[in-house]
């Protein structure tokens, strides 16, 4: 099958191209209205710079506003605290440009959101296959990560990869020291 040899780029292309994404029923503009003011001007003023704006397709537009905070910021398992009076997303993308999966997926499920689209921010567990048996499958707090779902009339909840180095990380750290995290339950 030609699907298993594309590149991520190609396999989201294809499915893009062939389905047609929608702003569900009833989640409408007023629903940024819980996005706090200062988070928003920070979000609308980045999106700004990079023309993320007028972009209506949204393949287009996840493609675009990914690569918009990888280029500005630099992934980092150890980004630092982000000061008690200081925006997350102010301190993430403008002053301190340092962040791991909370910090990416966040600020593209607000974009998302403020472009009009159901997207929703969400944490589990990536789980490296080398750690499961027949039996049960170990799941060490270094496996903890951060996606975006955004949702489609045909497929239901998509999951999308908002961090750059995500499935590299995670897997480096599970391998390199087992034994510096704790397995949770079976």
Known sequence: NS?????????????????????????????????PDGTRQVLSRFMEEHELNDITDIYELITKAKKAIHDNTEYSLTPGRTPDNENFFDY???????????????????????????????????????????????????????????ADDLLGVIPIEATPASSNAVTANQSDNPQSSTPLTQ
């Open 92 to 150: 993430f993308l403008n002053k301190n440009k340092k962040g791991y999966c909370v910090h990416y997926a966040s600020t593209l499920a607000l974009i998302l959101r403020m472009k009009g689209y159901e997207a929703n921010f969400v944490t589990g567990y990536q789980v490296d296959k080398a750690n499961s048996s027949l039996d049960y499958i170990r799941v060490y707090d270094s496996s903890a990560h951060a996606w975006v779902e955004i």
């Open 3 to 35: 699907y298993f040899t594309m590149t991520e780029d190609e396999k989201w292309q294809k499915f893009y191209n062939k389905i047609n994404f929608y702003i569900r029923q009833g989640y409408t503009s007023t629903d940024n209205m819980r996005i």
